[in-house]
């Protein structure tokens, strides 16, 4: 079947594997190992001066992991992915992929609390600087740039803010300067393919809508592919200098023979190797288990969550709902350019009683979970203010899109009757 391009509904199922050449298994086994036998010297010391592409240790790589990279990659249309253990160490890793101490990147302010955390504290404290700007803005980021800038990292649908990244605008104002963007797909994959509007990175907190049902934390790093690092040898120094942790390897060269590999090569051999946020082989397999069914959950998410926006619209007590399908002029425009598979499963609201009345709407829930995840097959609530983004300021939170009074809801897969009941009987006990 390859003489034609083969539909995502096909690649979640497919991509990757056929089965197991020694037993015939058709889903992929857990290869619950650490390490892998060489068949002799040669071989071992080809994998590891990377003249062969192999198993050598769990921690860079394995069998069950491995299917879930190219099917992701197939997936997203990349030329490589890297699993990890989770989402946070999915953008951590993306980003000092790329930039060491005295670099900088340059970010939108919309972004998942912990995203936030990480780049204002965390990787501030390893020396690496994040400028944050409004991402409606795309000059905002050749304003903030200089010549220490490796990355723009925007999130497509932001959590919880939920106004989507003007990819393609950013994207093409990065390339002629060398900059690369990195882009956050974890609340619209399949909705939404960054790589068509010029993205170079695409990372995931596969925990959320991929996996799906709520079970295994993990993380993904996709490399497009198409991004010419070696154009720019002192914009992107990491993947054009000798490496002394790698025998001088220099990745753009090293990684020629195996294909427009350099980034995911050095992030594999190099943060994956010394930092060793590896991706459990089981936890892989679970994941590759939701990944199955994605093209079947995502638009039954949408769907759902269409209707809760409609019902909340319908209630007094909501003063503002969230949500791509509401907004208009340019941010309508840029949400249907770029979500062509559906609006999303998120939905935020705000209640007229402010913080007080958030708080009792989600201790009225019944039906729906009160947890710090998104992308469950079942619905979710929180309050942001006071959990997810907790860690921010007052001023930090107002411009991820954090209100006092802003309710997150993750719309599951239960029949839309029993969603709405649960939100109309919680809307009385909280507001009545």
């Keep these: 079947m390859a003489d034609r391009p083969l539909h995502p509904e ?12 020694s037993t015939g298994a058709v889903v992929p086994p857990i290869y619950q190992t650490t390490s892998y036998q060489f068949r002799d010297t040669d071989h071992a010391a080809n994998l590891f001066a990377l003249r062969e592409l192999g198993n050598i240790y769990t921690r860079l790589g394995n069998p069950t992991t491995d299917v879930l990279e190219q099917r992701i990659a197939a997936l997203e249309g990349g030329a490589a992915a890297l699993a990890v253990a989770s989402g946070q160490a999915a953008s951590a890793y993306a980003v000092q992929n790329l930039a060491r101490a005295g ?3 340059v970010s939108g302010t919309d972004l998942y609390g912990g995203t936030w955390n990480l780049f204002a504290n965390t ?20 304003r903030a740039s200089d010549d220490r800038t490796r990355a723009w990292y925007v999130e497509t649908l932001p959590n919880p803010k939920l106004i989507v990244a003007p990819i393609g605008e950013i994207a093409a104002l990065g390339r002629p300067l060398g900059i690369p963007l990195i882009v956050d797909n974890t609340a619209a994959p399949l909705i939404a393919r960054p790589f068509d509007h010029g993205a170079a ?8 809508y991929i996996g799906g049902h709520g079970t295994s934390i993990g993380g993904m790093i996709v490399d497009g592919g198409t991004f010419d690092w070696e154009a720019f040898p002192e914009r992107q120094p990491l993947l054009n200098t000798p490496d002394p942790s790698y025998h001088g390897a ?20 190099v943060l994956l190797r010394d ?23 995502m638009p039954r998410h949408c769907e759902n969550a ?31 350019r770029v979500l062509t598979g559906g609006q999303g499963g998120l939905v935020g609201f705000e209640l007229a009683g402010g913080s007080a009345a958030g708080r009792a709407f989600i201790n009225a829930l019944e039906l729906f979970y009160h947890v710090a995840n998104i992308g469950d097959a079942r619905s979710l609530a929180i309050h942001p203010a006071s959990t997810t983004h907790s860690q921010l300021s007052a001023e930090e939170q107002a411009v991820t899109g954090v209100s006092e009074g802003y309710v997150r809801l993750s719309i599951g897969l239960e029949h839309i009757d029993d969603i709405l009941a649960d939100l109309g009987q919680a809307l009385d006990r909280a507001t009545g």
């Design 123 to 142: 990787l501030k404290d390893m020396g690496i600087e994040v400028r944050f700007v409004d991402p409606a803005d795309p000059e905002a980021f050749v």
């Design 103 to 105: 670099d900088n990147i």
């Design 275 to 297: 930092l060793g946020a590896a991706l459990s082989p089981t936890n892989a397999f679970q994941i590759l288990q939701g990944l199955e069914t994605l093209p079947l959950r």
């Design 10 to 21: 096909t690649l979640a199922l497919h991509a990757g594997w056929r089965a197991d050449p």
């Design 201 to 208: 990175i695409v990372v995931y907190s596969t925990t959320k």
């Design 306 to 336: 269409a209707k809760v926006v409609a019902f909340l619209q319908s209630r007094p007590e909501v003063t503002r709902v969230i949500h791509p399908s509401v907004q208009t002029g340019v941010q309508a425009e840029r949400a249907a």
């Design 250 to 269: 220099i990745w753009n060269q090293a990684a020629k023979p195996l294909g427009p590999i350099a980034y995911i090569l050095r992030a594999r051999t």
